[in-house]
């Protein structure tokens, strides 16, 4: 059995996150496999964030804005971002430029098979694919199962991001490449959250995207209709190509994920609950928890860092929750309330949990109290009802 200093299951964007960076450490003398199921060769997903930090992978932006846009019935807003910078990496240029790197390193090795099980002993772990078995030190595992979650578990919120987008061209110069429309909530909410978003690539092509959470997905008919009217009556575009599809699914939920599976055996990725329950980014959280691992290693020869407290975000991401899970719709007026009454940057912190107590109150007394009174309520007796 060939035996490894790490293995990564998954080489997504959490397990190629992590060989890319560990591959620049003082690590990148060991002996690392990734394994994936699939071959990472499609542009099967765009990934978006906000940052006034630079990030590992900042040279293979596709694009970037610096002005948001968010739009509601009675509401429209402009927002220039002095600080922040809203980017976007396609999945393919991340594949690529990691797989690159990797490969120029003799001692990682990428293997394309299906992890089925895994053991433990002592001194080290074993992995199974269906071909195979290998061994590591650690191993890091990216796998998610969804199948443990459903939206009526009795201590948890559990929703689904689901989105459906086209990549389009028009004749006409029909986008302002200036500005990415975050939110667009004109439209029927039907209890949920629901809202369009748009990436302009330039004047006459774009990603627009119907975005929901909420508890079941829809039928694919429904995403294309709602898509279609939405350049109808929205965009005001009538001549379009669809170039390309993007469908995906997030987990919003604050179950605590458990990182620790054994002794050597650590969850990453969104498996390991870096996508923020509320709003479902990841990208930023992953590098972010990259680094930290790839820290630990080097100064403790151990990956499981002790997480900073976070615990006032858990609380407001599990209210937001109860919120989207009981009213859906009136996230809508929420959020609206939240980028009309604060400034943008302010507003871009709190959601990438840099904000302080004295900010977070602030935020607090920007929204309308009675939901969040309702849901401290759900959430306490719930909390109440485990013990
Ligand atoms: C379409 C889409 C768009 C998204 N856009 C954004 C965004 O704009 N911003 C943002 O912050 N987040 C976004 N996310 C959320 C999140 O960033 C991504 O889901 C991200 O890819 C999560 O990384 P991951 O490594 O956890 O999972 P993945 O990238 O999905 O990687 C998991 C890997 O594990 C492999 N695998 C699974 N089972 C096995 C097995 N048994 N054996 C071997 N390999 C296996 C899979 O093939 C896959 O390659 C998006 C998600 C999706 C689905």
Redesign the pocket.
Known sequence: MNHYDYII?????????LAYQLNQSKLKDKKILI????Q?NKN??????WTDEATPFDHIVFRQWKIIEFLSDDFTLHAPLKNFTYK?IR?IDFYQECLQKIAANPNIEIVN????DWQEDSEKVMVQ?SQQGYSADWVFD???DGRQFSADMPHNHYLIQH?KGWVVETEEKSFDTSRIRMFDFRTEQSREVRFFYVLPFSETEALVEYTLFSKNLLPHEEYDEKLKDYFSYQLKISQYQIKEI?????PMTDYKFQRKQGKRMMK?????G???PST???????QQDTAEIINSLVQSGHPFYKEKNGKQFEIYDAMILNIMNRKGESIKEIFTDLFRNNPIERVLAFLNEKTNFVTDLQIMASVPPMPFLKSIQNIFLSKTLVK
């Open positions: 299951i998954g080489g997504g964007c959490a397990g190629l996150s394994i994936d199921k699939e990472k099967d997903r765009t990934w978006c964030f976007m999945g098979d299906e992890v089925v694919t990216s796998r998610f989105f993007e469908f995906g699914t997030i990453i990725g969104v498996a390991g870096r996508a923020k479902g980014y990841a990208f930023l959280r992953i």
